[in-house]
């Protein structure tokens, strides 16, 4: 079975510290990766999409970047966090040519100060 | 580019209670519709969806949607909610041809008192 995997569940940064958030897949190939952030009030919102290795869309311009160094990784990062950064981020993955269930994450919890 | 509303924010329920939760859309071209839920500590996940077919589609816990196209609308419905259905509720979009990018609403919490 497939299983999608977080980490860290909780982070605590200072503004202008670094970020790397890492979702890793197992039980499937190529699938396709996403990241959200969900917002009190605002749902879910889309920032990046990968369908395959070094492939990345963007959503959202800001403070944020992603890779896919690997077929089943996907990182989210930054050079300098800011304070609006701070959220949940949800990372999902689905099926390559699926019609678009996502299976989610357990999801990371930033604050930055 | 796909957008939804969900118009009720909150919402509170007595246990047998029927719900009814919103979700428009605003897409001009066929789509696919979902609705997830997260129960307090654990991740999204898939409640129902509809791709074509049958407007009136099934779901997991005795959950329904119904797809009325004319309205743009894609609402929940149970007709005798449980405590343990307190939880957030969101409803998503997405077209049905080319990349499946997932919009979604804003959701809507559910607190259901037994």
């Known amino acids: 079975s497939q299983t999608i995997h977080q980490w860290p569940a909780t982070l605590v940064q200072p503004v202008g510290s670094p970020l790397s958030l890492e979702c890793t897949v197992e039980g499937t190939s190529n699938p396709n990766l996403y990241w959200y952030r969900q917002a009190a009030g605002r749902g879910l919102q889309l920032l990046f999409y990968?369908?395959?290795?070094?492939?990345i869309s963007s959503e959202v311009p800001q403070n944020l970047s992603a890779s896919r160094p690997q077929d089943r990784q996907f990182i989210l990062s930054s050079k300098k966090l800011l304070l609006s950064d701070s959220g949940f981020y949800l990372c999902a993955w689905s099926v390559q040519g699926s019609i678009g269930e996502l299976f989610f994450g357990e999801g990371s919890r930033l604050t930055v100060l | 580019a796909q957008s939804v509303s969900q118009h009720n924010h909150h919402v509170i329920l007595s246990e047998a209670a029927s719900l009814e939760l919103g979700c428009n859309y605003s897409y001009g071209g066929t789509v696919n519709l979902f609705w997830y839920v997260q129960y307090p500590g654990q991740h999204l996940q898939l409640l129902l969806k509809y791709f074509s077919g049958d407007p009136l589609v099934k779901g997991i816990k005795g959950f329904e949607a119904e797809f009325i196209k004319s309205k743009f609308s894609f609402n929940l419905r149970k007709p005798s909610v449980q405590w343990s259905d307190t939880a957030e509720y969101f409803c998503a979009v997405n077209a049905a041809t080319g990349f499946q990018k997932l919009v979604f609403g804003t959701g809507t919490r559910l607190l259901v008192s037994p």
């Open positions: 990968s369908v395959g290795i070094g492939q």
